[in-house]
T-cell receptor, first 116, second 114 residues
């Protein structure tokens, strides 16, 4: 079946521009996560959505980063006034949530963001 | 504090020999434990998970892991490495601290020599 879909797969932009990254989770998955993976590093948690609950934004590195999830499905991660240190792979994952909190996360292939 | 430690940043084995990737965790809560694999330019793929059932967990591609509570370990093994196993492996802990929290290890890069 269809997995987690992320777009674009690659994005190159100039410093100072805004970017939007999209994540389409697996149908029926109520939990959605965004992570950042910098070159040679592990995964850095950014934000977590669970159903209609308020998102856990504790991992967002600055107020230039924001995310929304419309209709409990597709999510968009927005980075405003991009900086070179924002260059990374941004990974999205989804899982069954609620009482299935121990369910594994299913990952998309990521968006590779390069800031010139 | 909750943490996950992957004891080796790099592991190199010859094709056909056993693989051992080590993971230790620290948690005050009963964890669920996962191993993921990441091939170049791809997302993370689930290999196996432990969620308080059998302590020896079998996953895909011949991998398995054993949960040892007394040692707070969840090492990943495979009897015979294949060239296609070369990738980055992540040990992941998920705990319920009143809300679910996911903790990733730093990763172990596996090299497989012909």
């Amino acid at each position: 079946g269809a997995g987690v879909s992320q777009s674009p797969s690659n994005k190159v932009t100039e410093k100072g521009k805004d970017v939007e990254l999209r994540c389409d989770p697996i149908s029926g998955h109520t939990a959605l996560y965004w992570y950042r993976q910098s070159l040679g590093q592990g995964l850095e948690f950014l934000i977590y959505f669970q159903g209609n609950s308020a998102p856990d934004k504790s991992g967002l590195p600055s107020d230039r980063f924001s995310a929304e999830r419309t209709g409990g499905s597709v999510s968009t991660l927005t980075i405003q006034r991009t900086q070179q240190e924002d260059s990374a792979v941004y990974l999205c994952a989804s899982s069954l949530g609620g009482t299935g909190g121990y369910q594994p996360q299913h990952f998309g292939d990521g968006t590779r963001l390069s800031i010139l | 504090a909750q943490s996950v430690t992957q004891l080796d940043s790099h592991v190199s084995v010859s094709e056909g020999t056993p693989v051992l990737l080590r993971c230790n965790y620290s948690s005050s809560y009963s964890p669920s434990l996962f191993w993921y694999v990441q091939h170049p330019n791809k997302g993370l793929q689930l290999l196996l998970k432990y969620t308080s059932a059998a302590t020896l967990v079998k996953g895909i591609n011949g991998f398995e892991a054993e949960f040892k509570k007394s040692e707070t370990s969840f090492h990943l093994t495979k009897p015979s490495a294949h060239m296609s196993d070369a990738a980055e492996y992540f040990c992941v802990v998920r705990i319920n601290t009143g809300g679910f929290k996911t903790i990733f290890g730093a990763g172990t890069r596996l090299f497989v020599k012909a």
